[in-house]
Nanobody
Framework: VQLQASGGGLVQAGGSLRLSCAGS????????IGWFRQAPGKEREAVSC????????YYKDSVKGRFTISGDNAENTVYLQMNSLEPEDTAVYYC?????????????????????????WGKGTLVTVSS
């Protein structure tokens, strides 16, 4: 199981970026996929989670309405579209996977919790938002 996050970069406040999380060695749709971030001196926090199998999503309150998580099962990739970026969004972003999760009710629960204690992690991608 491998995850590869990409798409980070430097952007001005108000700008947009799209992060990609590509999976290899497993099918993302059988897992709950999460995006997490860690800013310097701060703890890692959940940003968004998704189960493409049951269509459930979770968003951290501060990103609701600005970020959109989605999955492309054919590409075995989960995306995080980030719009209206703010300097407070500056962090290293990681994607992670929990599972496999087959039961739909359990999938929805894992998505709703969206905890950093997922089993599989990719390397991070740095997002820097300048003011």
């Amino acid at each position: 199981v491998q995850l590869q996050a990409s798409g980070g970069g430097l952007v001005q406040a108000g700008g947009s970026l799209r992060l990609s999380c590509a999976g290899s060695g497993f099918l993302l749709r059988h897992y709950v996929i999460g995006w997490f971030r860690q800013a310097p001196g701060k703890e890692r926090e959940a940003v968004s989670c998704i189960s493409t199998n049951v269509g459930s999503t979770y968003y951290k309150d501060s990103v609701k309405g600005r970020f959109t998580i989605s999955g492309d099962n054919a590409e075995n990739t989960v995306y995080l579209q980030m719009n209206s970026l703010e300097p407070e969004d500056t962090a290293v972003y990681y994607c992670a996977a929990a599972g496999p999760v087959i039961d739909s009710v359990y999938s929805k629960m894992v998505v709703a919790q969206c905890q950093p204690g997922m089993k599989f992690w990719g390397k991070g991608t740095l997002v820097t938002v300048s003011s």
